[in-house]
C-alpha cells in the first residue's frame, strides 16, 4: 500500500507563491503517474494538474495554466506543485494521488477513477 503525504500548504496573500510537496513511501514511485486535484468547501474534488510516470508530459486544469507548475524527484520519492500568482478562488484542500495501475509513459491522467492512492490534503488559503 503506497503512503503518500502532502506538506507545504497554508495561507497567502493574493499573488503569493507555495510549494505542495508530495512524499510517496514507495521505492516504485517513479513508475507512477502523479497527480493533483483539490477540493474547496461545498464543491466537488477537481483536477488540477497531472505528470507522466516518465517525467515529460503534463497537463493543467485551464483555471491554474501558466501559474502552477508539476514535477517530480524520483529520487526523492516526491512530486511537487509550484503555485505562483495565487488568487482567492484557490483556496481548498489540495490532494496529490498516485496511479499505481499499469501506465503509458507519456501519458497523464486527469480523472479521479484514474488513480490509486491519496494522500490526506493540505489546506490551501489564499487571503484577498
Known amino acids: 500500500q503506497v503512503q503518500l503525504v502532502e506538506s507545504g500548504g497554508g495561507l497567502v496573500q493574493s499573488g503569493g507563491s507555495l510549494r505542495l510537496s508530495c512524499a510517496a513511501s514507495?521505492?516504485?514511485?517513479?513508475?507512477?503517474?502523479m497527480g493533483w486535484f483539490r477540493q474547496a468547501p461545498g464543491k466537488a474534488r477537481e483536477f488540477v494538474a497531472a505528470?507522466?510516470?516518465?517525467?515529460?508530459?503534463?497537463n493543467y486544469a485551464d483555471s491554474v495554466k501558466g501559474r502552477f507548475s508539476i514535477s517530480r524527484d524520483n529520487a526523492k520519492n516526491t512530486a511537487y506543485l509550484q503555485m505562483n500568482s495565487l488568487k482567492p478562488e484557490d483556496t481548498a484542500v489540495y490532494y496529490c494521488a498516485a496511479r499505481g495501475r499499469i501506465s503509458r509513459p507519456t501519458y497523464v491522467y486527469t480523472g479521479r477513477a484514474d488513480y490509486d492512492y491519496w494522500g490526506q490534503g493540505t489546506q490551501v488559503t489564499v487571503s484577498s
Open positions: 505528470l507522466s510516470w516518465s517525467g515529460g508530459v503534463t
Open positions: 514507495e521505492r516504485t514511485f517513479s513508475s507512477y503517474a
